[in-house]
């Protein structure tokens, strides 16, 4: 009964989205506050409906309701339940749901929150959402019914993949789609501008916070999936330029230049056009990574297997929202010029700049995602294979310009600045830069030179975000009282760019370790035996057999001596025999300067197992740089500013009233 319940739910959601769309644009159109006000009652509806059909899918597997397809394809009796009800969003149609649970959220908040914009304004920016959610719906509803019964109802399930079986799945998935989705709000804003041909300042700061929240939930997923991979796929690796991984990364580098493109159009009213063009497309971008995961054009650890059907469904849908949003954007962006001026020597010139490096950085990802997809139409059959080689040869060194940037950004100042100030202000981070390049190319050798370099830019980066603090407080140049007084005073902002872009060079370094020093070594061993590696004794202990609550191991006990002293690592090689799937349990030693990876792998007739190990230096580095990049975009959502940016309510109605007597 709950699975009917549930597609009864999805129905009357995608009716509301129907009418939350054309009622508000007619509403807009009109002026007509009765029918702008349904729009907001069919947005909050429409929540309420999805949060039911969402609840629905959840009953099914928390109550192992085997007669509902979806819960029968990816739910066992012997699976824990927190995995049983995260497989809610483990399969194509349940994370269709979230997704378009979440788009319903933001729908539900702008109702809720954004009676302080103005009212037709309002209207527009929910009918756009109204479209997009429509479609979605119609894409469950039409093409993949997470409600489909099974008749007769097995009597055991076929159990979630067991890769997924594991905590990252219970907050890797609602965090990216938090990112995903959370761009659709910048894309109806540019949307209902272009429609209403009006863009200033205040549209910058209404659109600021639901970009920040965007791109935070966004860096914050996208690290939790490559930690997510490091330690469950049992490679070693955080990162393989994976399709789906190129899926996340280029909505994260365009949201990154559409984040600080909106801050010069708020301080400055510039940059008016490539503004709007940024927020179409970055939610363009995270409709193609829809489309790359659900066409099953692809073979991916991530993707899930889909037909061709849904594929077409959303091909259609990126091509008529993108489309449709780029032809009225070259109708009415032309009037939307912005007269602001600004010298080349200027934070606006460096954010352009920033800009720039950013986009042609997503086009490079872009280019080595999609290029083997279409190159056997173009070839006539032929396969390519574009991979780590290829990005490394071409992203790295534009990233490198752009990280060169970043350290100067935040430092310019508006409108006009002189080439021998910035230096003559930058000089300590300069001076960092180069001391840390020659000591590590003293250190490790002109052959690590671009090692030394990348290390280099991380301390050149830190160094810069603190530079910002010292600078805000005076140190140096006032007494400690009154550099007191500027640090409880310093504005959320700063330390937010600070620790943002500090984080950044944490990152930086730590990719930079992992890939210059990391080291690996494969041999047997058997219990009792012995090696020295990257400075430890490592000594497998016992190589036995454990039994879980749906699987079966090898189990590998390791005695590690040396580095933080003596401590036993447990690395598992499990077998499922409900999906006859395997998985690697690595073993990891974390520390502050790198970790211990252990990987056990299969056993030979003499008892002994094939064993990994790697030495990661610095590799915990580019999740903590990740997380102080996410923390410094939730303290500036706390940003008062934020909050006070679009007119008070009492204002907007003194305003109608004003307007409704001139009438």
Not at 32 to 54: H, K, P, S, T
Not at 253 to 276: C, D, F, P
Not at 334 to 341: E, L, N
């Amino acid at each position: 009964m709950s699975a009917e319940i549930g597609q009864f739910a999805l129905i009357l959601a995608f009716a509301l989205a129907l009418v939350q769309s054309a009622v508000t644009m007619w509403g807009a159109h009109r002026r007509d506050d009765a029918l702008m006000g349904l729009g907001r009652m069919a947005a909050l509806l429409q929540l309420l409906f999805v949060l039911i059909a969402f609840a629905a899918i959840a009953w099914g597997y928390a109550t192992l309701d085997f007669s509902v397809e979806l819960v029968a394809r990816h739910s066992h009796t012997t699976q824990p339940l927190a995995y049983r009800l995260a497989a809610t969003w483990g399969s194509h149609e349940g994370s269709m749901v979230l997704w378009i649970l979440i788009l319903a959220l933001h729908g539900g908040a702008l109702a809720v929150f954004g009676r302080t914009l103005r009212a037709t304004f309002l209207a527009r920016v929910l009918g756009v959402q109204g479209l997009l959610g429509a479609a979605f719906l119609g894409f469950s509803l039409l093409t993949s019914n997470p409600f489909a019964r099974l008749s007769p109802a097995p009597l055991e399930g076929t159990e979630l993949n067991p890769l997924l079986q594991d905590p990252g799945l219970i907050s890797h998935p609602p965090l990216l789609y938090l990112g995903y989705v959370g761009f659709s709000v910048a894309f109806a804003f540019a949307v209902a501008a272009l429609i209403e041909g009006r863009v200033d300042a205040a549209w910058a700061r209404w659109v600021r916070p639901w970009v920040l929240f965007a791109w935070t939930s966004l860096t914050l997923g996208i690290a939790l999936g490559s930690h997510w991979a490091y330690y469950e796929l049992g490679w070693g690796g955080w990162w393989f330029w994976d399709p789906v991984e190129n899926a996340s990364l280029m909505p994260w580098l365009m949201g990154t230049a559409l984040l600080h493109s909106a801050l010069v159009l708020e301080k400055r009213g510039a940059l008016i056009s490539w503004t709007l063009l940024l927020s179409i497309l970055t939610f363009s971008l995270s409709l193609i990574g829809t489309f790359l995961v659900r066409s099953g054009i692809l073979n991916s650890v991530h993707a899930f297997a889909v037909d061709s059907a849904r594929g077409a469904y959303v091909l259609a849908f990126c091509v008529a929202a993108t489309g449709g949003a780029l032809a009225l954007y070259a109708w009415r962006a032309p009037a939307m010029r912005t007269g602001a001026i600004f010298g080349p020597i200027s934070k606006e010139a460096g954010i352009t700049l920033n800009n720039l490096v950013l986009v042609v950085a997503t086009a490079t990802v872009f280019l080595g995602t999609f290029y083997p997809l279409l190159y056997p139409l173009i070839a006539g059959g032929a396969t390519i294979t574009v991979g780590p080689p290829f990005f490394n040869l071409i992203f790295l060194p534009l990233f490198a310009i752009l990280l060169t940037l970043v350290g100067f950004g935040p430092l310019l100042h508006w409108k006009r600045d002189q080439v021998k100030a910035i230096l003559i202000r930058l000089r300590w981070p300069l001076g960092l830069f180069v001391i840390a390049l020659l000591a590590g190319t003293f250190a490790f050798g002109l052959a690590r030179t671009l090692a030394a370099f990348g290390i280099a830019l991380g301390v050149w980066l830190i160094a810069a975000g603190g530079l910002l603090l010292v600078r805000r407080w005076g140190i140096g140049s006032k007494t400690a009282a009154a550099s007191w007084t500027l640090v409880r005073t310093t504005p959320v902002a700063v330390w937010a760019v600070a620790l943002a872009h500090a984080g950044l060079g944490v990152t930086c370094i730590g990719i930079t370790a992992m890939g210059g020093f990391e080291a690996n070594k494969v041999l047997r061993m058997g219990p009792g035996d012995q090696v020295e590696f990257a400075g430890r004794t490592v000594i497998l202990d016992s190589l036995g057999q454990v039994i879980g609550p749906n699987y079966q191991a090898d189990q590998g006990v390791f005695r590690i001596i040396g580095g933080r002293g003596p401590r036993q690592l447990i690395s598992e090689r499990r077998f499922y025999p409900s999906s006859q799937t395997q998985t690697i349990e690595a073993a990891i030693g974390p520390s502050l300067v790198g970790n211990l990876y252990i990987s056990v792998g299969d056993r030979d007739e003499a008892g002994k197992a094939v064993i990994r190990l790697w030495n990661h230096p610095f590799v915990g580095w580019i999740w903590g740089g990740s997380i102080l990049m996410a923390l410094g975009g939730l303290i500036s959502l706390s940003d008062r500013r934020l909050r006070l940016g679009a007119p008070q309510r009492s204002r907007v109605k003194a305003g109608r009233k004003t307007a409704g007597a001139a009438a």
